[in-house]
């Protein structure tokens, strides 16, 4: 006999009204989507089992897959998209009543936790008083999210609960909710006490361990935070730091761990860790480093300011200019013209002639246009662009042709720096010609770019593009936004580019949409 989630006679099961196509289509949706889940949770108010538990495998799919952050959205999703007329009487329905025996524990404590973001207050406290049975640590990210509860009575439960939790042999879960309870700090509705106990708590040195295998977790605010906490506790030396900091990918933990490693440095410490700080891949951390060398070195830094001189970031080589002023070295351009002519780390050398350099420097570079490697072809297009772009465009608008799409990207970013209005028909038959997509792209983004009233004919072209979506969707776009802007650039067509609109409308107009023509028509009709 079905257990009825309802108490009234007449049928009020959500999902029993859903088309089973409907149904079909969200739980066999091939990618997680953060939005379904609301939707998908509804399907457990059905008269079927087989339903049931087949919504609660999907569920615990879905639930897994996210990370401890985007579970806390979720909170807001439900209360945006979750009806309040599941029921006339939540505040005598249990959440138990969603659950079938044959579900497994980890599908029936999603669903609970599920069930504690619910809009309804009765309903929530049922849902956390049930979670609080469970001690297995998969139920203190709902408990701490409602620590952060509209309603007080269930904001103090959940705390009352979660502190009950704040213990060594808990830490493990803990760390893992790291980014849950720095969120709840920063809250409003928060008094900050469970913080404070869990900063306590991982203070210890029993706690170390813990977090120091929270800073291998695959998500990246709890290695941050992790590293945030080792650091407040002071239970490790900078050895053990620099350790971090060569393992770490990301920026952010990056940098907060080298402010901690740099911040009160002593001479023979930094003389250790330089060789490893200085080939840091993130230029921020580069630029400290070398301030920080010359700050403590000033009369030997000179041969490792020219070294930064040639380095792949611009901000490094900037500073490094900026630092050997100090030291009266201010001719730069003879010595990246010493490491072109001797073709040592060309791509530095390259980009900051470029930097220094004098229009008549071009022709130093523009051989490396041909070069085999990208970055050395790039390199000369920016130094190019740098130097003297408004009179070396037919370069550029060569390599928008080029085979290698970040070449081609170069070259179109550099147009987009000078004048090329004079050059529409040339990208213009470039674009029917050129065999390579990105080509096609990067000319498509030029073409919709031009001024505004011969832009407008490319951008009409691209939009009924039916055959290619990408040049469809720019023309598009840059149609929208051409409409938009209208009223903010008040040049004045001339008469061959209004025959020029009238001509395009012709021709694809029948292709837009009736409004669409009419709007053109209206704006080119002041000025006939």
Known sequence: MIRRFFKKKQTLYPADSYSKEYIENMLKASEYELTRIPTIFSFLLTSSDDLKIRTAKVLYEYVISLNILELSKLDNLFRERTSLDWSYDWRNESPENLLLPDMSDDEKLIILGLCSFHPNGYFREKAIHLLNLDDSGKELPYLLIRCNDWVTEIRETAKKYVKIRLTIKNVNHIVSNLPLFFKLKNTKRNDNSVFEDVVQLLSQKESLPFLDEGTKSDFTKIRYFCYQTIIYSKLVNKEILINYLKLEKEPHPRLLLFNEIIGDISVNEFKNYYPILKKDKFPMIRAKVLEKYYSFFPGESVLELESALLDKSGT???????????QNITDFAPFYIRMINSEQFLRGAILGLGEVGKKEHVQLIIPFLGNLNVSIVKAAIYAIS????????????????????GVANAARKSLTKVYYNDMKEQ??????????????????????????????????????????????????????????????????????????????????????????VKDIEFYIKGFQ
């Open 316 to 326: 490094i080589r900037s500073i490094a200019r900026f630092l050997l002023k100090k």
């Open 386 to 405: 740098m130097l003297d772009g408004e009179n070396q465009k037919e370069y550029f608008m060569r390599l928008l042709d080029h085979k290698q799409e």
């Open 427 to 516: 990208l213009s038959n470039l674009f029917k010609e050129t065999k390579y997509e990105h080509t096609k792209y990067n000319l498509a983004l030029l073409l919709c770019s031009l001024s505004k009233w011969d832009a407008i004919n490319y951008i009409i072209e691209f939009y009924v593009n039916t055959e290619d979506t990408v040049i469809s969707d720019i023309g598009r776009k840059n149609f929208v936004k051409w409409i938009g802007n209208f009223n903010r650039i008040f040049d004045s067509p001339t008469m061959n580019q209004i025959e020029a609109i009238k001509y395009t409308l012709a021709k694809y107009g029948r292709k837009l949409e009736k409004q669409e």
